[in-house]
């Protein structure tokens, strides 16, 4: 197989290459995938362009296909589950020096990158110093322009929609957004008109629970954004829209196996408690404190898979694999963090039941 290693040294489209050579960028595309081979005559100057050997231009490797690549693979994942995020990286970083132009090694790499932005206190910091959304973001749009892969290429497009904003680049995401789909026409949607039987319900209870998922977090997005003609809430109004939040899960999961969304609700207590705390109501925000300990705890000690067991969702199942730990924490931790790194809960640091609730969560 034909292969272009340049990408150990810099980042480069497929559309300069092939101005630069005069040729298309389908024709070079087919070059990295092995479906035809550059004329002999263009070697030299493509060795120049890159500033490597002829030898390094060749490459009989098909690297997704080796025992290095599968092992990568399993020790990415096993470090991804632990959440040790900067380990993620420097894996990440090292195979793509040897497999430069594989798109799992730069879309895992952009991944980390964002997890470690996306992380606690000193990860976030680090994050910042080293610019890594900056990067994450170069990635994306480098697998968005070449890869082949649509998988890929989605994930990309879905980060990118997420953090180009963060970046300042609001205009470049509502311009990927224009070429997604209505919520009413989206794959999931359509699934549940394709399959039939148990594989359709299944489908429409994952769709419940997504939704469900989808318009309870909206509700917290409602009370809690700031900025420039968003009508001010009341601390009272933001408390009731933050209830209705939980009140939406215990509908769905009345018989409270609430699973991945112990999570969901750990902060969602929290959230209540300092808004409870914003009123001087010291008594409801310790409440909410227990309860957020209370789901954090359940979160925390669930088993590696579990299905629901409410009769709207008992199809339904969570992996806890495939919702690793952001930054090494667990959600115990996570509450700690929020509970003692920010200075919002001190007014209660001379209250017994208070440092009771921290020393469990140490």
Known sequence: MFSLHLWRYCYFTQEKLADYLNVSAQSISKWENGLSYPDI??????????????????????????????????????????????ECIALCREMFLEYPRNYIVLSDLADSLISCYEGLDANHQ????????DEAVKLNELILSDCS???????????????????????????????????????E??????????????????????????????LIHLSFTKGKNIPHLSIDEKIDFVLSSNKLYQLIIPDENYLYFHSSLARNHRRLAELYLAKHDLESCLLHLNQAFFHAKCYDDLPASSHYTSPFISLCEFDKNTYPNNGEVNECQRLYYMLTAQGLFDPLNKDSRFVQLIEKLI
Do not use: W
Not at 195 to 205: F, N, P, R, V
């Open 126 to 133: 680090f994050a910042l110093d080293n610019h890594y959304l």
């Open 41 to 86: 005559a263009l070697i030299p100057t493509i060795a120049l362009f890159f500033n490597v050997s002829t030898d390094e231009l060749f490459s009989l490797s098909t690297y997704t296909h080796t025992q290095k690549f599968t092992d990568y693979k399993t020790q990415y994942d096993d470090l991804k589950r632990k959440g040790a995020i900067r």
């Open 149 to 187: 892969d649509l998988n890929l290429k989605l994930h990309a497009t879905l980060m990118l929609c997420k953090y180009y904003p963060v970046v300042n680049q609001k205009d470049k995401a509502l311009t990927l957004i224009e070429h997604f789909s209505s919520l009413d026409s989206c794959k």
């Open 189 to 218: 949607r359509l699934l549940e008109d394709l399959l039939e039987g148990e594989a359709c319900i299944k489908q429409q209870q994952t769709n419940l629970l997504k939704l469900t998922d989808l318009a309870a977090q909206t």
